[in-house]
């Protein structure tokens, strides 16, 4: 496993591990704290486990690089929506950005995938 995939796991679990624990909540969202920290606890145990993962040994380095950027994306944006302070919305931008430029740019690949077949009528 690179080291980097390993630090980028433990991110997320320190990340959920801050926000279960450490991180001050807006009490309007307070029902979202537990969920939100189960959520990026199991990012972070995906991304440690996905060299012994079948599903992500079948998809290419792109694809996974796109997962990841998703990935960090909804987590920005759930701990900018969970935690009160004056950048949240600035940091739920970044998030929701950065989970819908590599899905927009997945889908675009993916659909350029089946222009490539020979066999199917024009």
Known sequence: MSERRRLGG???LVLAGVLAWGGTVAST???ARW??????????I?????DRMRW????DRIEGAY???M??????????????SSGSNG???VGGLLVMIPLGLWILARRRLGDDDPNRPR
């Open 10 to 12: 433990l991110a997320f």
């Open 29 to 31: 969202r307070a029902w």
């Open 35 to 44: 969920p939100a920290v189960v959520v990026l606890a199991g990012f972070g």
């Open 46 to 50: 995906v991304v440690l486990l996905s």
């Open 56 to 59: 992500f040994q079948e998809r």
């Open 67 to 69: 997962l990841l950027m």
């Open 71 to 84: 990935m960090l994306g909804l987590a920005i944006a759930a701990v900018a929506w969970l935690v009160p």
């Open 91 to 93: 940091l739920l931008a």
